[in-house]
């Protein structure tokens, strides 16, 4: 079995959740109306930092959310018959408010297409954007990031696998072979 590659270490995460901040206001034009909503799990922690970086940069404190899309899956009667959901948790109320979704990876599109079925269902914001550490392409859904950490090319036999201090105990970005289904 291959090693994993890293993609990103820990000082180039913070780099780039730092450039990622300031794309966000600049692509939303300030923080008036701005609120920033991670998809459950690891989206949520790194909506937090966005948002805490663009507080100490803007003033002021920008609302942070929650997702969890799981009954929101195409895919849910796969999933098993009980499948765990999380926490969706709006601070505010979204109408008429600039909303950017955070998520760690974009590969097929359908966790953005979840997420977008479950914010309507909250309200109807003036404008969604979606801001994505990991860009690894293979879209399967006519869904793009507005604001992207990095562009990657990966292989199908490959996995990009994010870290998240808050929940892997390390910030990373590293390319592993996929692990063999088994039979």
Request: proline fraction near 5%; glycine fraction near 10%; include cysteine.
């Amino acid at each position: 079995m291959t090693a994993s590659t890293v993609i990103l270490d820990s000082r180039a995460c913070e780099r780039t959740l730092r450039r990622m901040a300031d794309e966000i206001v600049e692509r939303t034009g300030g923080t008036d109306g701005l609120v920033l909503v991670g998809i459950q799990r690891r989206g949520v922690p790194l909506a937090a930092r966005l948002a805490a970086l663009i507080d100490a940069r803007e003033g002021g404190r920008v609302p942070r959310g929650a997702l969890d899309i799981t009954l929101y899956r195409d895919d849910l009667q796969t999933i098993g018959p009980r499948p765990v959901v999380g926490t969706t948790e709006l601070p505010v109320d979204i109408d008429g408010r600039v909303v950017v979704i955070v998520d760690d990876v974009l590969y097929t599109g359908r966790t953005v297409r979840a997420a977008l079925d479950e914010l309507a269902d909250f309200g109807r914001p003036a404008r969604i954007l979606l801001a994505v550490l990991i860009d690894r392409g293979g879209q399967e859904l006519p869904i793009r990031a507005d604001v992207v950490g990095k562009t990657i090319s990966v292989l199908e036999d490959q996995l990009v696998d994010v870290k998240v201090e808050e929940l892997d105990g390390q910030d990373a970005v590293l390319l592993a072979p996929r692990r063999p289904r088994a039979a």
